[in-house]
């Protein structure tokens, strides 16, 4: 065999594994078909997370004549955004590919597929391995309307020649509010069209109201409740006719409708390598594919799609292969954000997950942070824990608000610890913050007993 592991994919997951599976001593080949860092790096989590900061800048400007300054915002330059973000995201493409040959890996730029089952053909070489991981990722989906090709979706989004005065985003799961968010900071108007009454289905029902309210409260024009009939083209501008028969005109369209596992063409039919009936790698809590040898990780497996599952997996796979560690990632409790303005993040259990297990109490807080009593933004903070009442235990921590995703993080150590109420209660907070209110929630609001209600 040329290597003790073939990776197929540079993104999170097999990135990671590869460059510690080769520090082990293994001898590993990575492929890669278009950009090393694979879709967060290069056309999800970083990019947007720039995109998001930008607007916050414009925000930011606008609150200054609360705290006594005067600030001329002018227009916002797109075209200079997206150059520095281009040239931010090349110097971290480097850095992915400079740690996998600092490691010791073999780097193929090229698609790789597989001819048999320890055989893969890449840039017009077939290589040999005694394991191989399947880490290609997904794609975003556009859904079955007629004229959907009109419309963009995000991988399109980050290179947009001219910022949109005017868009359309389908859908409300986080692509679609964290867009919708960027778009409405940098000056357009957005219209928000999705199916679901509150956007954000599956988060708390009480952090998906006020996620409406701060929608509202950006100048996003939602459209609950609605789905997408067609789009037609009029010369540059689009027309989005919904179920109901409206039509909105608008310069674009975009489709933040969900994502699917990359499976296609890699030939994993004829090696065995069995779909799930999401279309995804079908994988044991191992990682282990249907054939033996061949493991697969990340959004290929359509389970928890997100960056830091991804790379866990795909240390915790090296480990177990080449480092005499074997271990798999639990995907209970992974803390999650949405970087809309403000962001929105959370841990553990929704009250309606927690709830349908047994009692749960409730504590919840809505306020306005200090700064934008100056400010007169008119924006508010939402906090919650969500705490089983039989043994007091925190099973889940939701926030949206200025800094969540940063309080989370915290608070989501304490929750896979098992800290109980009183371990948040006991805990001083740090004044003046609004992450104290977490440890200052004396208040129940209510005791939700979904369990008992349903026998
Ligand atoms: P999601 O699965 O989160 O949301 C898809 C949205 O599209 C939902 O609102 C869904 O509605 C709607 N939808 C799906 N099909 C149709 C249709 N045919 N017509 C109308 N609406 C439709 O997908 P995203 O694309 O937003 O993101 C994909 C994944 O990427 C996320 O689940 C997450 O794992 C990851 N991600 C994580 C981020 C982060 O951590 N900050 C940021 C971006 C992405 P409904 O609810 O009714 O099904």
Not at 232 to 261: C, K, N, Q, S
Not at 373 to 388: A, P, Y
Not at 404 to 428: H, L, N, P, S, Y
Request: proline share 4%; hydrophobic share 40%; net charge neutral.
């Amino acid at each position: 065999m040329d290597f003790d592991l073939f990776v197929i994919g540079g993104g999170s997951a097999g990135v990671r594994c590869a460059r510690i599976s080769a520090g082990y001593g293994a001898r590993v080949g990575i492929a890669e078909e278009r950009h090393w860092g694979g879709t967060c790096v290069n056309i999800g989590c970083v990019p947007k997370k720039l995109l998001v900061q930008a607007g916050e800048y414009g925000g930011w400007a606008d609150d200054a004549a609360g705290f006594g300054w005067t600030i001329t915002k002018g227009e916002h330059d797109w075209g200079k955004l997206i150059a520095a973000k281009d040239r931010e995201i090349t110097r971290l493409e480097g850095i992915y590919r400079k740690l996998l040959s600092g490691a010791g890996a073999t780097v193929f730029d090229g698609r790789a597929v597989f001819i048999d089952d320890h055989t893969v053909e890449v840039a017009g070489k077939r290589v040999t391995a005694e394991k191989i991981v399947i880490a290609t990722g997904g794609y975003p989906e556009r859904p079955p309307v007629p004229g959907a090709e009109l419309g963009i979706v995000s991988d399109d989004a980050f290179f947009l020649k001219a910022m949109p005065r005017h868009v359309v985003m389908v859908g409300s799961g986080y692509i679609a509010v964290e867009f919708a968010g960027i778009f409405a900071a940098l000056g357009a108007e957005v219209h928000l069209v999705y199916r679901q009454p509150l956007p954000l289905r599956g988060f708390d029902q009480d952090i998906r109201e006020s996620m409406e309210e701060a929608l509202r409260a950006q100048g996003i024009i939602l459209h609950p409740g609605t789905t997408p009939a067609k789009v037609e083209a009029d010369g540059d501008r689009r027309i989005l006719t919904l179920g109901d028969g409206t039509t909105i005109a608008t310069d674009l369209v975009f489709f933040a409708t969900g994502r699917r596992a990359n499976v296609a063409g890699l030939g994993l039919e004829k090696i065995g390598v069995e779909l799930n009936a999401k279309n995804a790698v079908k994988v044991d809590e191992h990682l282990r594919t249907t054939v033996p040898h061949i493991y697969a990780m990340g959004d290929v497996t359509d389970r928890v799609n997100l960056t830091p599952v991804a790379t866990a997996e795909g240390h915790a796979l090296a480990d177990t292969l080449f480092g005499g560690n074997p271990r798999s990632v639990n995907l209970r409790n992974v803390p999650s954000a949405v970087f809309t303005t403000p962001p929105l993040a959370s841990v553990g259990l929704t009250e309606e997950e927690a709830a349908a297990l047994g009692p749960v109490d409730i504590y919840l807080t809505r306020f306005t942070p200090m700064r934008h009593n100056l400010s007169g933004r008119g924006r508010k903070t939402t906090m919650k824990l969500v705490v089983d009442k039989g043994t007091q235990k925190v099973v889940g921590a939701h926030m949206l608000g200025e800094d969540a995703a940063e309080i989370i993080q915290g608070i989501a150590i304490a929750v896979i610890m098992g800290a109980t109420k009183a371990d948040f209660d006991r805990t001083i907070g740090i004044h003046p913050t609004a992450a104290e209110e977490f440890v200052t929630l004396r208040t129940r609001t209510r005791t939700t007993d979904l369990a008992k209600a349903a026998q």
